[in-house]
């Protein structure tokens, strides 16, 4: 199993509706707390597409500097999941590029914190595990293999803090 780090930047991308940020990610949150359902979200995966299996491990880290216009306390991780479908080929999430494709998979969440009411794991900490410049801030999908067994300790210890 291979672990990846995409990225969201709620400055530039709603999460699932533009205008309605907070509600669609509270949303989410909730439907995750009571497990009647799984969640699963399309996300664009770009040239890792060829590197990437069913049941890899995927973290999300959020960029940007705001959510609805609020500064946000740090960069940081707010959800982690797992790979629920091979990279597909479909219209391009931009709304002005009508004629051109991403290649998009499916993350199927079992963690996702709100960046703004809830403790997440923070830039400061993820450069613990690695401070080369920018290496927590990409612009698009990585392969993080070398990190992956730290992150995930101290991904289970901010989840920790959260029972």
């Known amino acids: 199993m291979s672990t990846f780090l995409f990225a969201w930047n709620p400055t530039k991308f709603s999460w699932k509706k533009p205008n309605h940020l907070n509600e669609d990610l509270a949303e989410d949150i909730a439907t995750l707390k009571q497990g009647k359902k799984q969640l699963i979200r399309r996300w664009s995966c770009g040239v890792i597409r060829h590197t990437i299996s069913v049941d890899d491990r995927v973290f999300l880290m959020m960029l940007g500097k ?96 959260m029972s």
């Not at 401070?131 to 901010?158: C, D, G, M, Y």
Request: hydrophobic share 30%; no cysteine; proline share 7%.
């Open 66 to 161: 705001d959510i609805d216009g609020r500064p946000l306390p740090s960069k940081g991780i707010i959800g982690a999941g797992y790979v629920n479908r091979l990279p597909y080929e479909d219209k391009h999430y931009v709304a002005d590029k009508p004629n051109e494709t991403m290649w998009y998979i499916d993350i199927r969440f079992d963690n996702l914190l709100n960046p703004k009411t809830q403790p997440f794991l923070q830039l400061r900490e993820l450069e613990r595990i690695n401070s080369t410049h920018k290496f927590w801030t990409p612009q698009s999908a990585k392969s993080i293999n070398s990190e992956a067994e730290q992150l995930e300790r101290n991904w289970n210890k901010v989840l920790h803090l």
